[in-house]
């Protein structure tokens, strides 16, 4: 099971950084008690996308916030999933 999370300075959404960092450790926890293999992809496995510096420029010259980049980077953290994943795996938001 894979979800992306990286934080937005100061946390965004009504809670904090620290509350963000909480919620994923509970979501990681929920789903390893029922025996599921979890993964949390970040930034860093966005940046693994060929086009990663070409699209967060135009998502910032579009003035799209932190967050949203964000929601958009987990597609290019989900497309690195290829190699690693054996044919397929279960996305959550």
């Known amino acids: 099971m894979s979800t992306f999370f990286t934080p937005v300075p100061g946390g965004c959404c009504g809670m904090t ?8 450790s509970a979501w990681r926890a929920a789903w ?5 293999e979890t993964r949390v992809l970040t930034e860093s496995d966005a940046r693994k996308h060929d086009r ?3 699209l967060t420029r135009k998502l910032e010259e579009a003035n799209v916030n932190g ?5 958009f980077w987990r ?6 999933l290829g190699e690693d994943s054996n044919g397929g795996c279960s996305v959550v938001d």
Do not use: D, I, P, Q
């Not at 950084?17 to 994923?24: A, N, P, Y």
């Open 17 to 24: 950084e620290e509350g963000h960092t909480k919620l994923v």
């Open 32 to 36: 390893e008690m029922y025996g599921w």
């Open 52 to 54: 990663f510096e070409e």
């Open 67 to 71: 967050y949203n980049r964000r929601c």
């Open 75 to 80: 597609w290019l953290a989900m497309s690195s």
